[in-house]
């Protein structure tokens, strides 16, 4: 278990400037995100917050590289995300990121096992290896025993879990999660903050994650709320304590 | 990079078994098409090798040897020397291993005219050694009346029904024969009918007369010339090695290719060869067709599983994998899908080819009544034989058509974009 924290930190997990996604043009253009700066340090827990269309997915997707700026830039690590070909950016995201979704995150003709190896499998690492590895975590977050059913058999929870340790194992610098507790109930919910939470502590793991839930929010101890793709507010706070403008309605 | 393809490989077997009914609907129309043509080319092939056998067994042989010119000038001045013959013969049996050779042979034919007290025609004239070439000739097989000829035979001869009907002979009745000798001049022979055949290709049987070779060589005063040597061989699979070979073994004993012309029987009988490669063709092109709407059947049913999976896709590419890695995903599931049906296909075919026919499939029916193929003969009972270059060619038809199917879908897959396709439930 090596801690990116430990590092020297000589970038920050991710950096972005002066960042635009704008969906159509003329009259008709949605400004999905509007003129972003944000830095994230190596090792933090950040909440992104703010009402439904303001953004969010958005913004996680331009970090991961998933989707290209219209204007600006991001760096991951220090590196230029819109300067590096797809090949490349494919193997950042290999390398360095990993992402977890709302939901459907897991291919389903793959076991819990399989799914989970699978950045592993891509990296060329070993069998005997990427096993050992696998029912370690699996164990650590409450799912020994299930590698070898398949998504469909496991609950949202259990699916969701699958997919942090699939999205961990890469030993990522960063993980992006885009509400990864919308479908889950609160016990299940809890259980998956609690493994990032660990994995975030103990590997120094960097997590953004998007989210409407104030259970999520109270457990991170930074909050960035975008309201029509800009940042409104963006404060660092004790895990445990909700500030209360998070909730706020959008003022017209 | 191992384990790459062997994710890549996993997820396509798996999708593909996912999909177990949309594949096996298009797996099976794959099977049942390509079963079908490797059985429709299976009888083609019989029929062609039957008429390779008999083509090559009303005299050419094989290998015909002749002197190089005499298949333009069909005079006897481009004869082969005796001396020559003689190498020839022992070329032949040094070259083609013992149970290869059946039989060798010479023969003298010169066109010329056959006169009978009624009217006379045309005819090609056939001085043949019934010894060496009885057992082998397709003549010996297909006399209608009378017998076909015999070793201390001397004037007796053997003409078509229809010759026989034009000129008003029976057995025993008289024939002149008249061709240009070695000399030049016009020469006569007479000889006395005594069998009559029917090979039902109406251009031997309204135009040959085949008499001892012996016989002819004194008329044309040939001495011991011929102008064709005849190899008829066991199989016809080793038919251009041989020849190359005994083309070889002359040529170091000095007899060169201007003196004797060594050729399979492809190049002896253009026109047999011809029709055969037209008609396999012409399958092929069938073949082609159909396996191109096999093949939309594939396009079909790769691009709904491509389509039904766009999320599946942009999580992978999420997770790494790259537009590239994507495209063999698919690639793989295609091509593993069409070389599958592909191969059990040509299991069926080869099945009922070999299995359910392999006593033969009557055609007589598709013929009426004319059983004749440039040239050779049809017997109403094709056998199938199943030949090697027509595994492989459907083989690699199969491959190309389910590489050249899935790259669409392929294509497809490579250009989903990650973000959007997270936007879709499916
Ligand atoms: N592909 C697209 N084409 C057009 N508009 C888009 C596209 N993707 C997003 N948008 C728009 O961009 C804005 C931001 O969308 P985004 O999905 O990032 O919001 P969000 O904050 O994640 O919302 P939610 O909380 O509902 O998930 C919305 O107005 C949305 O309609
Ligand atoms: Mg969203």
């Not at chain 1, 801690?3 to 043009?25: C, I």
């Not at chain 1, 950040?46 to 590289?65: D, E, R």
């Not at chain 2, 060589?217 to 070979?245: F, K, N, P, Y």
Request: charged share 20%.
């Amino acid at each position: 278990m090596t801690s990116k924290r430990n590092e020297p930190a000589s970038s920050p997990a991710v950096e972005t400037h002066e960042l635009w996604k704008t969906f159509g043009e003329g009259e008709t253009a949605v400004h999905a995100v509007e003129n972003v700066s944000v830095t994230i340090g190596s090792g933090e827990f950040v909440a992104l917050c703010g009402p439904s269309g303001s953004g969010k997915t958005t913004l996680v997707n331009l970090i991961g590289g998933l989707t290209d700026p219209t204007r600006g830039q991001v760096l991951v690590d220090g590196r230029d995300v819109g300067a590096m070909s797809e090949r490349q950016r494919a193997q950042l995201r290999l390398d360095r990121i990993g992402f977890v979704f709302q939901a459907y995150n897991l291919l389903p003709v793959l076991t819990a096992l399989e799914n989970a190896e699978f950045p592993l499998m891509l990296r060329g690492v070993h069998r005997d290896e990427r096993r050992e590895e696998v029912s370690k975590l699996f164990k650590h977050i409450g799912l020994g025993g299930l590698e070898d059913r398949r998504p469909g058999t496991l609950s949202g929870g259990q699916q969701q879990r699958v997919a942090v340790a699939r999205a961990v194992l890469g030993a990522p610098a960063l993980i992006l999660a885009d509400e990864p507790t919308a479908n889950l109930d609160t016990q299940a919910s809890d259980a998956l903050l609690e493994v990032m939470e660990i994995l975030n502590q103990e590997r120094g793991v960097t997590f953004i994650f998007c989210t409407h839930d104030p259970r999520v929010m109270r457990r991170a101890r930074r909050i960035i709320r975008l309201v029509d793709g800009h940042v409104e507010r963006d404060a660092e706070k004790e895990s445990g304590n909700l500030p209360s403008w998070v909730l706020e309605p959008v003022e017209t | 990079m191992m384990e790459r393809w062997l994710l890549i490989t996993r997820i396509a077997l798996r999708n593909l078994r996912r999909q177990l009914r949309r594949s096996s609907l298009t797996a099976s129309a794959m099977v049942l098409g390509i079963g079908f043509l490797m059985f429709i080319r299976a009888l083609e092939g019989g029929a062609h090798l039957m008429y390779v056998e008999t083509a090559t067994r009303m005299g050419t042989g094989h290998i015909a040897m002749e002197h190089p010119d005499y298949m333009g000038s069909q005079d006897l001045m481009d004869r082969i020397a005796a001396s020559d013959l003689k190498r020839a013969h022992q070329a032949v049996e040094e070259t083609a291993r013992p149970e290869e050779l059946v039989a060798a042979f010479p023969q003298v034919n010169v066109g010329g005219l056959a006169q009978s007290a009624s009217s006379s025609i045309p005819v090609r004239i056939s001085g043949v050694d019934p010894e060496l070439e009885g057992d082998v000739s397709f003549f010996a097989d297909k006399m209608v009346e009378g017998r076909y000829l015999e070793p201390g035979d001397r004037l007796e001869a053997i003409v078509g029904v229809a010759v026989a009907e034009r000129l008003r002979l029976e057995l025993g009745s008289r024939l002149v024969l008249m061709a240009a000798g070695a000399g030049g001049e016009l020469e006569s022979q007479l000889v006395l009918v005594t069998g009559l055949f029917r090979t039902g290709v109406p251009e031997v049987d309204r135009g040959v007369v085949q008499l001892p070779i012996t016989t002819a060589r004194e008329w044309l005063e040939l001495e011991d010339d011929a102008t064709s040597m005849s190899v008829i061989l066991a199989s016809d699979e080793r038919t251009g090695q041989i020849a190359a070979a005994v083309r070889d073994r002359l040529e170091e004993s000095g007899v060169g290719t201007d003196r004797i012309a060594v050729r399979p029987w492809w190049e002896a009988m253009p026109d047999l060869y011809a029709g055969l490669r037209a008609d396999a063709v012409q399958t092929y092109v069938m073949l082609v067709i159909l396996l191109g709407i096999v093949a939309l059947a594939v396009v079909n049913s790769i691009l709904m599983a491509v389509l039904n999976r766009t999320r599946e896709f942009g999580v992978m590419r999420a997770l790494g994998l790259n537009r590239l890695s994507v495209g063999a995903m698919v690639m793989v599931e295609g091509v593993i899908l069409t070389l599958a049906s592909g191969l059990a296909g040509m299991l069926l075919g080869l099945a009922v080819s070999l299995g359910l026919f392999r006593d033969g499939v009557d055609i007589s029916w598709l013929f009426g009544g004319d059983l004749a193929f440039a040239g050779a003969i049809v017997e109403p009972v094709i056998s199938p034989a199943i030949l090697t270059v027509d595994v492989v060619a459907i083989l690699s038809i199969v491959m190309a058509i389910g590489i050249l199917a899935t790259l669409y879908p392929a294509w497809h897959a490579t250009r989903i974009e990650p973000a959007e396709a997270m936007k879709t439930d499916e």
